[in-house]
T-cell receptor, first 112, second 117 residues
């Protein structure tokens, strides 16, 4: 079955700490992978995406993610988080032509 | 930067009533989508729409739901007879549609919070 797993539901970090959020997917076809961020009271914003090519993709606001096909993973990283990164982060896989399948999300709280 | 917009931001309705949620996709986009997020749960795909017809729908999208593009700019989701379990945040999204099978990226609106009493 198609699915996306985000194992960290809540993460609390201090400013300047490094961040890694896990994402594993289960999908048999060609994978297109995404990370979205949802700041409090705002809509889902695209952070970065992977379609093909270099498995290390860089997104906005200093985020990057690495696609590891052998591990079915697409983990999100940031070397030094800021208070303004407090948000909920969603990993998604494009399943088929149209629909996205989302993970349950990870709530990140960054302490100033 | 163009954005997907949705109205209203919050809708409160009584069980059994019909609601229409409205979305204005990005103007040059051809594919439109609705997703929902029940509080505390994951974002779930409901339906995709292209060329004035449904291209894919999930098992959640039953006969109580319908979508329409009534004019050149709006895209609506109608729930005919709301149930308590329809309470959720409903997100509209759109994509360019140049290559939907591969590289299309969906852009999401801010959502409409539907509360069914």
């Amino acid at each position: 079955a198609q699915s996306v797993s985000q194992h960290n539901h809540h993460v609390i970090l201090s400013e300047a700490a490094s961040l890694e959020l896990g994402c594993n997917y289960s999908y048999g076809g060609t994978v297109n992978l995404f990370w979205y961020v949802q700041y409090p009271g705002q809509h889902l914003q695209l952070l970065l995406k992977y379609f093909s090519g270099d498995p290390l993709v860089k997104g906005i606001k200093g985020f990057e993610a690495e696609f590891i096909k052998s591990k079915f993973s697409f983990n999100l990283r940031k070397p030094s988080v800021q208070w303004s990164d407090t948000a909920e982060y969603f990993c998604a896989v494009k399943a088929g032509t149209y629909k996205y399948i989302f993970g349950t999300g990870t709530r990140l709280k960054v302490l100033a | 930067e163009p954005e997907v917009t949705q109205t209203p931001s919050h809708q409160v309705t009584q069980m059994g009533q019909e609601v229409i949620l409205r979305c204005v996709p990005i103007s040059n986009h051809l594919y439109f989508y609705w997703y929902r997020q029940i509080l505390g749960q994951k974002v779930e795909f409901l339906v995709s729409f292209y060329n004035n017809e449904i291209s894919e729908k999930s098992e959640i999208f039953d006969d109580q739901f319908s979508v329409e593009r009534p004019d050149g700019s709006n895209f609506t989701l109608k729930i005919r007879s709301t149930k308590l379990e329809d309470s959720a945040m409903y997100f509209c999204a759109s994509s360019e549609g140049q290559n939907p099978r591969r590289t299309d990226t969906q852009y999401f609106g801010p959502g409409t919070r539907l509360t069914v009493l």
